[in-house]
Each structure stands twice: as structure tokens, then as C-alpha cells.
């Protein structure tokens, strides 16, 4: 079955892998998907990654961060952008997470960066999701 919104299905993956209290989750490999998994990795949401290859096919294993207590450390992933409603931020409306404890990743002409990045660095673009 083709998947219509491959980044939506890579972050239901990791969603429910995080809540279901799985060590690792397997993702089918994108350039996009992963610059979102370095971010991830880069802000503290995940402990690892690495690219694996199965069957001919390229899989990113995402390994996932629990705290002391065994709760995840990702506590929600939304989809902000999707294939029938774009959504862009200029860097001066730039949304905030949780009052900064989260980040939304956003595609620009500089790359997919972190929207605080974005602002830094004055470049705006597509916001693709936001992890708290």
C-alpha cells in the first residue's frame, strides 16, 4: 500500500514505538526524513540512529530515549504540514513549543533546521512538525 504522507507514517512510527516502550523503531530511508532524525538526535528526543540495510531496501533504525522513571522522552509529535494543506512561517512569526521546551523543524532555503535556528538565522519556510 502506498503511503501518501511518508514524514506523517515515519512520525506515527516513532510515536507509537515511543509510547508503546520499544527500544528501536525501523523507518524506511528519505533525505527528509533523515534531516529530521539528525535534529531529533541533535535536541535530545532520540538516543541514536543508524542507517541498516535489509532485503535491498535502506532502513534508518531510530533507537528511542526513555528518562530514569522509564517514561519517553518524546511526549508528542504533530504533523504541522501535510500534502493537501502546506503551511509556512515567515522567521519573525516563528511558533514556540511549549514555551521553548520543544522545537518545530522547518524546511527552508538554508536546509531543515529547528525553528529557532530559522529565526537566528533569519529564514523562513515550511514547517514540517513539532516535537515536545
Not at 525501523?26 to 542507517?51: A, H, P, R, T, W
Not at 504533530?78 to 524546511?107: L, Q
Request: glycine share 8%.
Amino acid at each position: 500500500m502506498a503511503v501518501s504522507d511518508p514524514v506523517a507514517d515515519m512520525l506515527t512510527k516513532v510515536r507509537n514505538a515511543s509510547q508503546a516502550k520499544h527500544e528501536k523503531v525501523d523507518i524506511s530511508n528519505s533525505k527528509l526524513k533523515l534531516q529530521i532524525v539528525k535534529i531529533m538526535k541533535n535536541e535530545g528526543f532520540i538516543k541514536n540512529f543508524k542507517k541498516v540495510t535489509k532485503d535491498g531496501a535502506t532502513y534508518l533504525r531510530v533507537f528511542l530515549k526513555y528518562d530514569d522513571e522509564h517514561s519517553p522522552v518524546i511526549h508528542g509529535i504533530k504533523r504541522i504540514s501535510t500534502p493537501g494543506r502546506r503551511v509556512y512561517s515567515g522567521y519573525r512569526e516563528m511558533p514556540r513549543v511549549y514555551n521553548g521546551y520543544g522545537i518545530v523543524i522547518v524546511s527552508t532555503s538554508a536546509g531543515v533546521i529547528t525553528g529557532k535556528k530559522a529565526s537566528e538565522q533569519l529564514v523562513g519556510g515550511e514547517l514540517i512538525c513539532s516535537i515536545w
